[in-house]
Each structure stands twice: as C-alpha cells, then as structure tokens.
C-alpha cells in the first residue's frame, strides 16, 4: 500500500513510520521541517515538505495513495487555535475529496463528541463533523490523555515537590502512550471497513493519586502528592511558567471537562476496551529517565 503519514517524526509519526516501512508499505512523511527529509529518508521513507493547512499542497501529496493518517499539530499555530485545527482539517478534507482516497484514519481525543468546554479538542470535534460529510472510510482514532503531557510538571516536581492540576486526586483519567496510537493506527490503515468508525485508544485508566504514587515511587519520592488546583491557580500558573495565556486558558478549560466528567463521558459510556500495552508503570521508568 501507499500510505501518507502526517505528524513528521513525533512521538506518533517515527513509531508508526518505523512499523509501517517494516511491514513493506511506500510511505511518505508529511513535515513542514525540510531539516527532517534526512532523518524520514534514513527510515525508508520519502518526506512530503509542506503544511498540513495547504490544501494545494496535500492534494498533490496524497493524490494516488491508498491510505492517508491524518493529524493536526497541537496548539497549531499557538494562537487563535481552534480556528487553526478547524482551518487545517478543511485543508485536509478537501485533499481528500479531491484524491477520492479510499481510506482515512484521523487521530482525535476522547471528548472529541462534544462541540466546546473542552479546550484544544473541540478543534477535533469540528473536523469530526467535516470528515462525516466525506465519501471514504474513515476511523476516528480518539486518543486518551497523553502520557507525555505529564513531563510539563517535572518543574512543578522540582520546585515544590508536588504534582498536580485543576482536577481532583480520584479522578479516573483514561490515559494513552503514544507507541500504542502509533500501534492502533499502523492498524487501522491496512484495513479499510466500510463508512464511519470509532476507535478509542487507551493504555490505562487510573485516578491522579495513583499516578502520583506511582511517579514519585519511580523517581525517589514515593510521598509525591496529587494537588488539585483551581481553575485560576492552574491558569496563572501556566501563564507565569511561560506558557501562552491562549493556550493557558484552553488547558485550563480541558482540565475543567475533565474534572466534571463530560471529557470522558462518552468513551465510558460505551465500555471501549483498554487494550493498550503501556500500563502506566511501565510509563513511570521513562518518565523517571527524563526527570
């Protein structure tokens, strides 16, 4: 198959790459880094230079391809983002009405059901809703809470010995590696099933004090303990550790959909397996290797 990768070289798109090429598919990696055509090359596969919200540009891309994976940076252009996603999965749409490709796997989130209060996804619910409108098969790959994202608190670990966030220690938060998106989606594409489809990808279900022990029991401080911030402790914080206000306040509000339960509403709703293999301990010896 000929199968067009989006995501570069990230935690999502080496992995997938990498699985792909080996399993003796033509892929292309789509980056916007033409310092990556090296690195794409160096693993069998060709690099697509250009951005994902230039219709032009992808249509010439995935024109004559079998499968497309198809996914938006996160915070794309670091402001105005909604609006940016919603612009980027247009881009895409059109591309892949023109090419009249056959398969499409998008990765979304979990919350992705829901049209707003839930911050950077309901980007991903707009282009949800224009990939619907589409004559091909496509699957919804909606993601849980990315394992990674943790690593931003390390500075919160270091400075007051604590980790925590806008939502409550027993909160159970539906939590993915990205090797197991990577996993789902290398999947995914070599199948093509008929319409629409949802796939949840989770690697655990845990509640915040849990992943508090469990850090802090890999990385020397088995007492490290889940605070639960409000939602303006939590955005001054991010604003004051440097982070856009924009994008303070979509993850101030994704915190909130969390904490009221609506974020991973739907995904409990329909019993979704929890089949990936990174257990969140596993994850706990890479995190403590990056602290």
Request: no cysteine; glycine share 10%.
């Amino acid at each position: 198959m000929k199968i067009i990768i989006s995501g570069s070289l990230g935690n999502i798109g080496k992995p997938l790459t990498t699985k792909l090429v080996k399993a003796g598919h033509d892929v292309t990696v789509i980056t916007s880094s033409a310092d990556k055509k090296t690195a794409i090359e160096a693993l069998g596969a060709e690099a697509a230079v250009g951005s994902v919200s230039d219709s032009d540009f992808l249509t010439q891309t995935i024109n004559g391809a079998d499968a497309l994976f198809a996914m938006t940076p996160p915070n794309l252009g670091g402001q105005n983002v909604i609006a940016n996603t919603t612009e980027a999965g247009k881009a895409y749409a059109k591309a892949i009405q023109e090419t009249n490709i056959k398969r499409v796997v998008m990765l979304s989130s979990f919350g992705a059901d829901l049209p707003n209060g839930t911050g950077p996804i309901a980007g991903l619910y707009n282009i949800e809703q224009l990939y619907n409108a589409l004559d091909t098969s496509i699957t919804f790959l909606r993601a849980g809470y990315f394992y990674t994202n943790f690593y931003s608190n390390v500075p919160m670990i270091n400075a007051a010995g604590i980790i925590g966030g806008n939502y409550p220690a027993d909160l159970q938060l539906p939590m993915v590696h990205p090797d197991d998106i990577a996993d789902a989606a290398a999947e995914e594409l070599q199948k093509i099933p008929a319409g629409k489809n949802i796939r949840y990808v989770m690697s655990d279900i845990r509640t915040l004090g849990e992943v508090a022990k469990v850090f802090g029991t890999a990385i020397g401080k088995p007492e490290l303990p889940w605070v639960e911030f409000t939602d303006e402790q939590s955005l001054g914080g991010m604003i004051e550790a440097g982070v856009p206000e924009e994008i303070a306040q979509l993850y101030t509000e994704m915190g909130a959909g969390l904490r009221s339960g609506k974020i991973a509403s739907h995904f409990l709703s329909v019993n979704a397996s929890v089949d990936g293999k990174t257990k969140l301990e596993d994850f706990a010896k890479e995190f403590a290797a990056q602290f």
